[in-house]
């Protein structure tokens, strides 16, 4: 079972032509090798539903997913492998080191999307929205740039609220029950159906930088 | 029925000794009049629960209730009647006026409560948290100045989170579900109770003088 696992990842791994090996080499140039739009970057891109399917809907874009656990990143690589998407690239590495990939100001939107919520008071330095992850937020991102989070925690939106509300973003646009109303612009990943389906609400919040 | 209830009123606007008929001729001297503590300000106080249980529960600070309609004003007059407070005042006033009774940075914090959440786009600048108000608010204010916010209402509490957060304020503190955990600092008034029983969420907000 372990060995059949390992070498499904390892084809999907190799053969991906969504993976990019070596993202430091695209830095600046990501908008021209994936289309003149705005550049979306998903960090925590799981089985890659948002990212897949955000990129089907929004071809004008172009779409990075960033995702460290090996075992989901090729989940979301195989399943991107039965559509053919030019617009999107998928980055299988630690996100602490995006700002070896990107350029300043070379992101358009950031998107969070039911981040791990780090609840143990020990791990909060590993949550998405910590000062030192909002700090490269906001220099890798263009002057009208935005930060999009969704999550069905608690704990971790209230802390995201208080966090980029300090310096660097300004609040723009929340949600405290997303699916009460229906939203065109966003897709639904299975992951956040599960929620749906039990009747937790899930949160929402647009940032702009200040 | 109509005859009684204003008999009723009259007595009890005329007699308590809560109420201050006059508030302009306290400004700048709130905290002499009521104590040297903090002065806390209540806008629409309704029944008077929070304003007279926070004015007994902290009774080292100044507690100040707003309510323009005098049919609950005077419920929260008579209730207040039966205990003996002498830290509280209660002013039966359209808070539009609220500039003309306090002096620029006299107020430590400002308490809104289950505000009427004004639905209708035609009414957005009725709302407590509208631009007009805030800027009232962060005029009044003392430099560590805050103001905090509860509601049942969740479309009242997105805008108010987006507006309080575009300039003047900044968010201290945010719960999108603060009956979930309890919390000591603060009562539980009737009106509250009712949502709780009901299974909604009581959506808090604490905002400081950016």
Known sequence: ????????QEVVLATSKYIVNEPSKLA?????????????????????????????QYPQAAWVGIEKNVNVASV???????????????????????????????????HLNFSDPWPKK?????RLTHHHFVEKYYQLLSDQGRVIMKSDNREL???????????????EEVFVDFRSSTHDEDVISE?????????QPIYRAVWRKR
């Open 1 to 8: 079972m372990r060995m059949r696992k390992k070498n499904y």
């Open 157 to 171: 939106f209230e802390f995201s609220l208080v966090v980029m509300g300090q310096q660097w973003f300004v609040l």
């Open 28 to 56: 600046g140039q990501w908008k021209a090798a994936l289309g003149s739009g705005e550049l979306h970057v998903e960090i925590g891109s799981g089985k890659g539903d948002y990212w897949r399917l955000m990129a089907q």
């Open 122 to 126: 020990a791990h909060v330095k590993r």
């Open 191 to 199: 992951y956040e159906q599960r929620f749906m389906d039990l009747g």
């Open 76 to 110: 979301a690589l195989k399943k991107a492998s039965e559509v053919d998407l030019t617009n999107a690239k998928f980055i299988v590495w630690d996100a602490n080191l995006i700002q070896e990939w990107f350029m300043p100001g070379e992101i358009d939107v950031l």
